[in-house]
T-cell receptor, first 106, second 114 residues
Framework: KNEVEQSPQNLTAQEGEFITINCSYSVGISALHWLQQHPGGGIVSLFMLSSGKKKHGRLIATINIQEKHSSLHITASHPRDSAVYICAVSRDKLIFGTGTRLQVFP | DAGVTQSPTHLIKTRGQQVTLRCSPISGHKSVSWYQQVLGQGPQFIFQYYEKEERGRGNFPDRFSARQFPNYSSELNVNALLLGDSALYLC?????????????FGDGTRLSIL
């Protein structure tokens, strides 16, 4: 069993929909990262959080340390949000999930 | 300020050859980490360097080595290349040591082994 599990693996949405991507982990962590990877390969860091909730524009990330679970929400989704979203947890190294591929259609 | 830069962007090698990948961190960042991302999977940690010293190593064979220079740039070397080394190699920099720091990633070097 992977230490970091994401769901769903693939997600298709219509423009304007509210989107939720989930991340569960099985190890103790010092922080959790949400990352965005576009087809070219480059990765952009969206959030790093260790408790509670963070918001940046249309993106919201939450974490529940007791339940070892985090969610990434996208409000009013747009085709430019199409990308792979990756959850990673901080221990003695970063441990990554396999990603959620999101496609938003106009 | 420039972001993390990696070179080359693409590289094709044959089995048994050796390769060197380069990474320049964001100005002021002293920590550089290397990751391997095989198609369809999440990245896997290879090395972290901070202040020119290795601070962490992932589960990779000794064919993989790295170093960090006084200007904090870094090189990743892979010897005796195997087909399975085909991957996107990502570099990330951060201000300080440790993985609970915001990580800034480069666009990666795509390595293909024939």
């Amino acid at each position: 069993k992977n230490e970091v599990e994401q769901s769903p693996q693939n997600l298709t949405a219509q423009e304007g929909e509210f989107i939720t991507i989930n991340c569960s982990y099985s190890v103790g962590i010092s922080a959790l990262h949400w990352l965005q990877q576009h087809p070219g390969g480059g990765i952009v860091s969206l959030f790093m959080l260790s408790s509670g909730k963070k918001k940046h524009g249309r993106l919201i990330a939450t974490i529940n340390i007791q339940e070892k679970h985090s969610s990434l929400h996208i409000t009013a989704s747009h085709p430019r949000d199409s990308a792979v979203y990756i959850c990673a947890v901080s221990r003695d190294k970063l441990i990554f999930g396999t990603g959620t591929r999101l496609q938003v259609f106009p | 300020d420039a972001g993390v830069t990696q070179s080359p962007t693409h590289l094709i090698k044959t089995r048994g050859q050796q390769v060197t990948l380069r990474c320049s961190p964001i100005s002021g960042h002293k920590s550089v980490s290397w990751y391997q991302q095989v198609l369809g999977q999440g990245p896997q940690f290879i090395f972290q360097y901070y202040e020119k010293e290795e601070r962490g190593r992932g589960n990779f064979p000794d064919r993989f080595s790295a170093r960090q220079f006084p200007n904090y740039s870094s090189e990743l070397n892979v010897n005796a290349l195997l087909l399975g080394d085909s991957a996107l190699y990502l570099c990330a920099s951060s201000l300080r040591w440790g993985h609970n720091q915001p990580q800034h990633f480069g666009d990666g070097t795509r390595l293909s082994i024939l």
